[in-house]
Antibody, heavy 121, light 108 residues
Framework: EVQLVESGGELVQPGGSLRLSCAAS????????MHWVRQAPGKGLVWVSRINGDGSRTTYADPVKGRFTTSRDNTENTVHLQMNSLTVEDTGVYYC??????????????WGRGTTVIVSS | SYDLTQPPSVSVSPGQTATITCSGDALPKQYVYWYRHKPGQAPVMVIFKDSERPSGIPERFSGSHSGTTVTLTISGVQAEDEADYYC???????????FGGGTKLTVL
């Protein structure tokens, strides 16, 4: 079964750091752009970041630029989100999703169930 | 602007047709994708490239695009369709993504 499983979410204090992981099953992450999307409590989906197939290019939403870094380990078939200088506004469920972009953009067709990050003192 | 605007809520009775709109100034030049999201579950793509339906998505889901507005239509709504629905498009950089604020579909 094609699957994404996120992990690493937990309670962390403001100013702290956290590393999320997204493990892929039965497909190669190098063939896809991989995105992180988050949802704050009671709010909608918000795009966070993306990384291309070979990991050479990343893009970030303005609220996380300079604080978050996405990377990938194609040998482990895993994508990571390193989150630094966390604030309470970063609290939420973090989802990873894959997107096929060649020969055209097909949208985020596989998502994980998310991992919960709580930033609180 | 690459902002996407959706109505916060739509309510329909079972068997009726639900229409969810998504508007944005950039949409005439962009494809739009629609996702269904139920609490505690992974989001599911129900429409891609404005009007194409992924395998496994029922035929009652359809999409259309006209100028600055795209529409998700669910014909013959069923109780299981109750969820939050989000439109999404590419952002200003081309490699970023933008979601609409989401529409809560309630099946009465």
């Amino acid at each position: 079964e094609v699957q994404l499983v996120e992990s690493g979410g937990e309670l962390v204090q403001p100013g702290g750091s956290l590393r999320l992981s997204c493990a892929a099953s039965t497909f190669n992450v190098r063939d896809y752009w991989m995105h992180w999307v988050r949802q704050a409590p009671g709010k909608g989906l918000v795009w966070v970041s993306r990384i291309n197939g070979d990991g050479s290019r990343t893009t970030y939403a303005d609220p996380v630029k300079g604080r978050f870094t996405t990377s990938r380990d194609n040998t482990e078939n895993t994508v990571h989100l390193q989150m630094n200088s966390l604030t309470v506004e970063d609290t939420g469920v973090y989802y990873c999703a894959r997107e096929r972009v060649l020969p055209t953009v097909y949208g985020m067709d596989v998502w994980g169930r998310g991992t919960t990050v709580i930033v609180s003192s | 602007s690459y902002d996407l605007t959706q109505p916060p809520s739509v309510s329909v009775s079972p068997g009726q047709t639900a229409t969810i709109t998504c508007s944005g100034d950039a949409l005439p030049k962009q494809y739009v994708y629609w996702y269904r999201h139920k609490p505690g579950q992974a989001p599911v793509m129900v429409i891609f490239k404005d009007s194409e339906r992924p395998s496994g998505i029922p035929e009652r889901f359809s999409g259309s695009h006209s100028g600055t507005t795209v529409t998700l239509t669910i014909s013959g709504v069923q109780a299981e369709d109750e969820a939050d629905y989000y439109c999404q498009t590419a952002g200003s950089s081309g490699s970023s993504r933008v979601f609409g604020g989401g529409t809560k579909l309630t099946v009465l």
